[in-house]
């Protein structure tokens, strides 16, 4: 499974954007999907998750109210999004989707067995 995420860029404080991650090679539909960041010189952390239904879902308690995580599992074209609403400084970084084989929920980014490449969000003061 190869991962692209999208819609990552440069927002002012404040501001939206919604990102987007499509698989390649197989649906998306099969595995629970999560979102990971990492800013230059931390280490990576999890943004927000969600079981492979789409039923439940999950938040770190930095981007909880603000963010939104949702799926697509049409047949072919299965996709994970990530609303983030009132953006802050420090949610620059660059996000990477995930995909595990695992149906639950999934807050450890070990349990992951596919990862796209990254897109960067940059929110400016």
């Known amino acids: 499974v190869q991962l692209q995420a999208s819609g990552g860029g440069l927002v002012q404080a404040g501001g939206s954007l919604r990102l987007s991650c499509l698989a390649s090679?197989?649906?998306?539909?099969?595995?629970?999907l999560g979102w990971f960041r990492q800013a230059p010189g931390k280490e990576r952390e999890f943004v927000a998750a969600?079981?492979?239904?789409?039923?439940?879902?999950?938040?770190a308690d930095s981007v909880k109210s603000r963010v939104t995580i949702s799926r697509d599992n049409a047949k072919n074209t299965a996709a994970v999004f990530l609303q983030m609403n009132s953006l802050k400084p420090e949610d620059t970084a660059n996000y990477y989707c995930?995909?595990?084989?695992?149906?639950?929920?999934?807050?450890?980014?070990?349990?992951?067995?596919?990862w796209g490449q990254g897109t960067q969000v940059t929110v400016s003061s």
């Open positions: 995930a995909a595990s084989a695992r149906s639950w929920v999934l807050e450890s980014g070990s349990t992951y067995d596919f």
């Open positions: 090679g197989r649906s998306l539909s099969r595995f629970a």
């Open positions: 969600t079981d492979r239904n789409g039923g439940s879902s999950s938040y």
